[in-house]
């Protein structure tokens, strides 16, 4: 009796960790997007906060092939090459747990060098994976190779990846999916069955050539054919007097849904929302917000979102819709970009055929309104954020169009400048010949240069023309940052989205008009303020964000309009080493590629 009970136990115990291994598989190796798992749903109840960890078990590696190719789409009634993640367009999606270590092997059979980003990993001590173009690495040259060590932390949910070299993002892309501990799922958001929504950019332009000629001469930067959802442009789009396609995405009644939104359009920030259903927030960048009901969301690019709906309509079909936004004097192709939301057992068979309604395109006080409902879901006694201001490094940055001097220079316009992006009258310029990252570690310092104004000065202000280099601010490992972007509007102005690597901050303040170091402080919120990658400073506004420098390297920051960073609006933050050897940068990886084509 007691052999038979022991048997039936250890069969029983196999089958439950079989169960348990099928429904969370943790890393595959892609030759193309993974499908969205499919969660039982087990209850619709709002999303509540974790329970606290046991003790952590580690899981496997997991590792990714990639191979930069170029591959033939037909879209906006053109068809072009264009650079692609083994051939497919978005790129291969990443779904990988909590804490896991990935490794990505990249390889490059395009035409010309090429690096990758892992958007919103903070990579703790490992910039040497981070991918910035000149700033941690040179580019992977045709016919090479490198393995990224990409490094995760505390990040949950939805970040992304993509292209960080000339203008290849806009198709080289794709979304990295983090799930909770098996043990953590039923707590969470993500025990919900999950779709992912990639918003891009199409161009019918040659990419390259339009870097290029923006970093030569800077020229305005070029106009968009139209914006995709998962590679599709939608119906909206006609094409010889037919529709585009559309994509399509399947739901059950009475079901919970989780969207991960991922933004990787190059410029246009977009409501997003669904007719007839309500989505809540429950994360921004890879962190969870206290969860709040909306009929849309805003995101600008860089940026990811996770919300969850209820399947709770009777009709057969409803419009999902990305909508732009845009308060810059600059004009904006104003295509509504379509989705459809297909019920697979409707109660009614009629297709919903209207539009979800959405903010108004220049509507800046929703838009803010909606920012300023993020928060942590998390109190400060959980999240470490810097608190007070006697102690605190406090940067404060303005953010503004600008122009440099040409003169002398090839391709310069008969005006003698040309259009340029700067922080405190700084516009970044890479190195071509050694990256930020290697001359820091042991080349020769005179790559970049660690004279930087922190805060604004009026005598540099009120020049003609901003000053162009590879300047970049030190910190000291440890130190309590803050973080002021001040825009200031110069031509067609508008909001920035400001994003940093290797770094999630958290945004303590934000407001309309110039800020005042005296009393703004005093509205600071450092209880419970939102963890992000990416912050938006308003136009004629500003923002603060605060973190610890406490992971060291070389880390860029930059704003994540890609004509903006392309002229210049950029910098990097060298965090030096801490005393212990765990605060301390890691050595360099064999096989960096080589700086010389």
């Not at 190796?29 to 329970?51: D, E, F, H, I, Y």
């Not at 969207?259 to 962190?287: C, K, S, W």
């Not at 309509?313 to 600059?330: E, G, H, I, K, T």
Request: net charge positive; charged share 15%.
């Amino acid at each position: 009796m007691c052999c038979l009970w022991k048997k039936s136990f250890l069969i029983l115990t196999f089958l439950a960790l079989s169960c348990l291994n099928d429904r969370f598989p943790v890393a595959r190796a892609l030759a193309g997007p993974n499908p969205s798992p499919q969660v039982v749903l087990r209850r619709p109840t709002p999303p509540t906060r974790p329970p606290p960890r046991s003790t952590p078990v580690t899981p496997p590696l997991a590792e990714y092939y990639f191979t930069v190719k170029e591959a033939n789409f037909t879209k906006f009634c053109e068809t072009r090459a264009i650079l692609t993640i083994n051939g497919s367009y978005p790129g291969p999606e990443i779904r990988v747990q909590r804490g896991q270590r990935v490794r990505v092997h990249v390889l490059n059979k395009g035409t010309y060098g090429i690096t990758i980003h892992w958007h919103g990993v903070k990579q703790p001590r490992n910039p040497w994976s981070d991918g910035p173009e000149n700033v941690t690495q040179c580019p992977i040259q045709p016919r090479k190779s490198f393995t990224y060590d990409v490094i995760l932390s505390d990040e949950i949910g939805t970040l992304w990846w993509h292209a960080h070299s000339d203008w290849s993002r806009a198709t080289v892309h794709g979304a990295l999916v983090i799930l909770p501990p098996p043990d953590e799922v039923q707590h969470s958001p993500y025990q919900f069955r999950d779709h992912t929504l990639v918003f891009g950019t199409w161009y019918n332009q040659d990419l390259k050539e339009i870097s290029d000629i923006i970093a030569a001469n800077g020229s305005a930067t070029a106009d968009a054919a139209g914006y995709t959802l998962n590679g599709l442009p939608g119906d909206q789009v006609t094409c010889n007097n037919a529709s585009e396609p559309i994509y399509n995405m399947t739901v059950k009644r009475r079901e919970t849904h989780l969207l991960r939104l991922v933004h990787a359009a190059m410029h246009e920030p977009q409501y997003f929302g669904i007719m007839g259903h309500n989505l809540t927030v429950v994360a921004r960048d890879g962190a969870l917000v206290k969860p709040f009901s909306t009929a849309y969301v805003l995101l600008y690019p860089g940026q990811t979102m996770d919300v969850t709906f209820v399947a709770n309509q009777n009709q057969s079909r409803y419009y999902m819709l990305y909508r732009y936004f845009d308060d810059s004097a600059v004009n904006t192709n104003a295509q509504n970009t379509t989705g459809f939301l297909i019920y697979s057992n409707p109660v009614d068979p009629v297709v919903n055929t209207t539009f979800p309604t959405l903010p108004g395109a220049k509507d800046n006080s929703t838009a803010f309104n909606f920012t300023a409902k993020l928060r942590s879901l998390y109190s400060r006694t959980e999240k470490e954020v810097p608190r007070g201001n006697v102690n605190v490094k406090r940067i404060i940055l303005t953010v503004r169009l600008d122009t440099v001097n040409c003169n002398g220079s090839s391709n310069c316009p008969s005006s003698g400048s040309k259009s340029a992006a700067s922080f405190n009258r700084i516009s970044f310029a890479a190195p071509t010949k050694l990256d930020v990252l290697r001359a820091y570690f042991g080349g020769p310092s005179s790559i970049y240069n660690t004279s930087y104004l922190l805060t604004p000065n009026e005598e540099v202000e009120n020049a003609t023309y901003a000053y162009q280099g590879t300047n970049v601010i030190e910190l000291n490992y440890g130190d309590p940052v803050e973080i002021v972007f001040q825009a200031i509007d110069v031509g067609p102005a508008g909001a920035h989205p400001l994003h940093l690597h290797g770094y999630s901050f958290f945004q303590v303040g934000m407001n309309n008009g110039t800020f005042n170091s005296t009393t703004d402080p005093a509205s600071y919120n450092t209880d419970d303020p939102p963890e992000q990658n990416t912050a938006v400073v308003f136009g004629s506004g500003w923002t603060a964000v605060r973190f610890f420098a406490r992971n060291p390297g070389v880390w860029f920051m930059h704003c994540h309009f890609e004509s903006h960073v392309s002229w210049g609006m950029a910098t990097a933050l060298i965090v030096k080493n801490g005393a212990k050897n765990h605060q301390k940068l890691r050595r360099p990886p064999i096989g960096l590629p080589s700086c010389s084509a």
